[in-house]
């Protein structure tokens, strides 16, 4: 072969080589662009989005407490009081208003003086739930109060109804809130903490359809009753009253409480966890393909049908909607993380998982006139955890990165908005591409949150708002290349939001590119 010959075959190679990589590149994205459009009404106001929509849920359950939270305070892992400064710096940055404790079905098996006085003196018992390991007790009542100090964080204890008694639960809140002279005031003084506490919400039981005791609603409705009935406001500890509520779609549940008791509680609570298969199988939290994204996305959004049908039975009973719905058990759950104990439900948390949360929020923050709280399960190492530990190692999650963006909607006021999505469609089944919810706060910003479900299309989102002349826009955007994409301890910032900037300002409003599979969160300002 000639040298000339040699030298166009080389540039033939060269030239296809470049062709097929940039197909490859094309193919990536080769995605459409679908139109979404989204109008705001900033002179409707419709509720306040109340902060603690952005709470969380610490159970004893396999690394949530011991630990993901409490490592003693002899620990090499930097600590304060026992309870680890890594996992505590983070969890601070979320503004994190509330903390649910101590489950969940533990909850019903707690008995609160075995966790006060002397950790070597505590009483060992068995995690009759979580794998029936040794509880020791080392984390109890004052280092619960501790955690929660030390997040700025409001405590929201579950009081034990299946396994304790009224007088039990009574003499917690004496032990707790009372400012006088009483026998358990002087105890919790000699325990180290003579100010009295503040807990501004208590719960009377948890699952007690379930693992709470297996009971009717009706036998609950009379329980509640009697157990709410004992629990005084001490010194001026107000306690918001919540009761032990439904499960996905059991709406018989919420209408004999809400007929029966509506009027000795303040809040009423609502599990539904997002499970991509069934309790048997529930699929991996990291080897799935698209359609387990699309099955596990579809099965998400349905928190608003429930949400929305438990509303519509506490309206007939609650039309002003006094009683708040408490939604303190939500999230994806799939099977434990392989090689570990199955009864500590520990498992990755991936975009996916991001998407499930934005879009989660998005619906509550819709609601925010009926849910006045919710709890994501849970908060470090257990479910759809923010926060995973490794002995000394702590990595955050896509989905503590979803919290971080959305605090802005804390106490914000949402604003009336309508959108027409177009649709992301898997086989024959369909579900919208793109959710969103906008919020005006404090100082007078809106910020809009979206969701773009869809794996492989980019959302072009035309947002007009009414009453408000943005003039700036800016944002953040969580996504990645990998549907599955997650941090673990050996690549921990393999996922983090980046700058977004595909969005313009027109002048009615902006246009966005939501890239597929993302979350966007944007401020406009005046
Ligand atoms: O969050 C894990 C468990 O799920 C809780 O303990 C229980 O309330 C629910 O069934």
């Known amino acids: 072969m000639s040298q000339k010959s040699r030298y166009s075959l080389r540039l033939t190679v060269l030239l296809l080589g470049a062709f097929f990589s940039l197909s490859l590149l094309a193919g990536r994205s080769q995605g459409a662009v679908k139109s979404n459009q989204l109008f705001i009404d900033a002179g409707h106001e419709v509720a306040t989005i109340n902060k603690n929509i952005y709470g969380s849920f610490a159970e004893h359950l396999g690394g949530c407490i011991y630990g993901g939270f409490w490592v003693g305070e002899d620990s090499p892992i930097p600590n304060t009081r026992g309870i680890r400064n890594d996992v505590v710096?983070?969890?601070?940055?979320?503004?994190?208003?509330?903390?649910?404790?101590?489950?969940?079905?533990?909850?019903?098996?707690?008995?609160?003086r075995d966790g006060i006085g002397p950790r070597d003196s505590r009483p060992q018992r068995v995690n009759r739930h979580w794998g029936?390991?040794?509880?020791?007790?080392?984390?109890?009542?004052?280092?619960?109060?501790?955690?929660?100090?030390?997040?700025?964080?409001?405590?929201?204890?579950?009081?034990?109804?299946?396994?304790?008694?009224?007088?039990?639960?009574?003499?917690?809140?004496?032990?707790?809130?009372?400012?006088?002279?009483?026998?358990?005031?002087?105890?919790?003084?000699?325990n180290g903490h003579p100010e009295p506490w503040k807990v501004p919400f208590w719960g009377v039981g948890n699952e007690t359809w379930g693992c709470g005791g297996n009971m009717t609603p009706e036998y609950y409705a009379d329980l509640y009753r009697r157990y709410a009935t004992y629990l005084p406001g001490y010194g001026g500890n107000r306690i918001f009253r919540i009761a032990s509520g439904a499960s996905d779609f059991n709406y018989h549940w919420t209408?004999?409480?809400?007929?029966?008791?509506?009027?000795?509680?303040?809040?009423?609570?609502l599990h539904y966890y997002t499970v991509t298969g069934n309790w048997s199988h529930k699929g991996s939290a990291v080897d799935f393909n698209r359609d387990d994204w699309f099955t596990t996305l579809r099965k998400a959004l349905r928190m608003d049908e429930i949400v929305t049908r438990h509303s519509t039975v506490m309206d007939q009973y609650d039309p002003e909607k006094r009683v708040a719905l408490i939604v303190d058990e939500w999230g994806t759950w799939y099977d434990a993380m392989p090689g570990t104990n199955p009864a500590f439900l520990r498992q990755q948390n991936t975009l996916r998982d991001a998407l499930v949360a934005g879009s989660t929020?998005?619906?509550?923050?819709?609601?925010?006139?009926?849910?006045?709280?919710?709890?994501?399960?849970?908060i470090v190492n257990v479910l759809q955890a923010m926060i995973l530990t490794d002995g000394d190692q702590m990595i955050v999650t896509p989905t503590y990165y979803v919290f971080d963006m959305y605090k802005v909607h804390q106490d914000a006021r949402l604003l009336a908005s309508r959108l027409h999505s177009s649709d992301y469609t898997n086989g024959d089944e369909s579900i919208p591409m793109v959710n969103a919810s906008a919020s005006r706060d404090a100082n007078g910003k809106i910020h809009v949150s979206l969701c773009?479900?869809?794996?492989?299309?980019?959302?072009?989102?035309?947002c007009a708002i009414h009453g408000f002349q943005a003039r700036k826009v800016t944002?953040?955007?969580?996504?990645?290349?990998?549907?599955?994409?997650?941090?673990?301890?050996e690549s921990p910032d393999a996922i983090q939001p980046q700058t977004f900037r595909d969005t313009k300002i027109q002048s009615d409003g902006f246009t966005a590119n939501v890239p597929p599979k993302s979350v966007v969160v944007l401020e406009l300002s005046q």
């Open 452 to 462: 773009n479900l869809d794996p492989v299309n980019t959302a072009e989102v035309t």
């Open 361 to 378: 929020l998005n619906i509550f923050n819709h609601h925010a006139d009926r849910v006045r709280m919710a709890n994501i399960a849970q």
């Open 132 to 190: 029936q390991v040794i509880e020791s007790n080392a984390f109890g009542t004052h280092e619960f109060m501790d955690l929660c100090e030390q997040l700025g964080t409001d405590p929201y204890l579950a009081g034990n109804v299946g396994s304790g008694t009224p007088q039990e639960m009574y003499d917690w809140v004496e032990y707790l809130t009372y400012p006088g002279e009483s026998q358990l005031a002087r105890l919790r003084a000699a």
């Open 89 to 112: 710096g983070a969890l601070k940055k979320l503004n994190l208003p509330v903390l649910r404790w101590p489950g969940g079905c533990f909850a019903d098996m707690y008995h609160w």
């Open 255 to 269: 209408e004999v409480l809400m007929q029966k008791a509506a009027r000795y509680m303040d809040g009423l609570s």
């Open 475 to 489: 944002g953040q955007v969580l996504t990645a290349d990998k549907m599955n994409a997650h941090n673990d301890f």
